[in-house]
């Protein structure tokens, strides 16, 4: 992973690139979480909220048209969850990253999450799959007010499993540099980088890197102001035993890690273990959004 990417320019055209972006604002009214601004530049926007768990918590799918960035694209998000809202933010399929043209321009994502004071926000993207040859930037930062609430997780396939694809050779040929930043009220708190290249990927078969495995999911939950339930810890360890994952409490973060070959098994470790956590930190019940049964 790594440092924040600079702004888009969003006034450069080329007719090959998209440079989008995507500005979402919830607050709480009479009515429950309600998204009072959703701004948009360039193909990505959202569907009208939804409420599955009632009128409290908004559930919002980001949609990309283009269903994956090429070269040159930049798609710059952000989501502001005003205080006392709560907004679940997902996405109705996976995103994908193609090859890179000979150009060698990038594509990029930064995404930019504000959770004011009491608020809830839940990012939980499907995964990204990063093709062959491809040259991905994604940096997403999370800004915490005070007792704010922060779910979120990123899936990544290095190529396509299904396809055979080996690790080594993509570890040849594609660039990424990912990076996840929490800032606890102007304090950072969580920061977890990633960067693989031809350089630098003596890694991907490292006992201490990917083993292998072109799959990697993490997920982040918190802050947790106090120390977490036996019970709590016992499930998520439970949970990962018999795969290649792990659960730690990073301070005030609480983090599920996962390496495999399938991102579909990934997320649906995720899943479950966001099931036990977000009634624990958020004194809700899990309410998976309905996109993802379809």
Not at 187 to 208: G, T, V
Request: proline share 7%.
């Amino acid at each position: 992973m790594n440092l924040p990417v600079p702004p888009p320019n969003l006034n450069i055209t080329n007719a090959s690139s998209w440079r989008a972006s995507l500005s979402l604002g919830f607050r709480r009214t009479e009515r429950g979480s309600r998204l009072v601004r959703s701004e948009h530049n360039g193909p990505l926007y959202v569907q009208k909220p939804f409420y599955p768990e009632g009128p409290d918590c908004a559930h919002v799918y980001l949609l990309h048209p283009p269903g994956g960035m090429v070269s040159g694209d930049f798609l710059a998000i952000s989501a502001h969850a005003e205080s006392h809202s709560h907004a679940l933010i997902t996405t109705p399929g996976a995103g994908r990253v193609y090859r890179a043209r000979s150009d060698g321009l990038l594509q990029q994502q930064q995404v930019e999450l504000t959770i004011d004071d009491d608020a809830v926000l839940e990012w939980m993207p499907l995964e990204t799959i990063l093709f062959p040859s491809s040259r991905a930037r994604l940096q997403t930062n999370v800004h915490l007010g005070n007792n704010s609430r922060f779910i979120g997780w990123d899936i990544v396939s290095l190529g396509l499993p299904a396809n055979e694809a080996r690790l080594d050779d993509l570890g040849q040929t594609t660039h990424l540099k990912q990076g996840l930043r929490l800032y606890n009220q102007g304090r950072l708190i969580f920061n977890e980088r990633l960067n693989l290249s031809p350089e630098q990927n003596s890694h991907l078969n490292a006992a201490a890197g990917f083993r292998g495995h072109p799959v990697h999911g993490l997920l982040v939950a918190g802050p947790f102001s106090a120390p977490l339930p036996d019970e709590l810890m016992g499930a998520l360890q439970a949970l990962c035993e018999n795969e290649l994952a792990g659960v730690t409490l990073n301070g005030e973060i609480l983090t599920v890690r996962y390496l495999g070959t399938c991102s579909e098994k990934a997320r649906q470790l995720l899943v479950e273990a966001w099931s036990l956590i977000r009634p624990h930190l958020l004194q809700r019940p899990a309410c998976a959004p309905r996109i993802w049964a379809t």
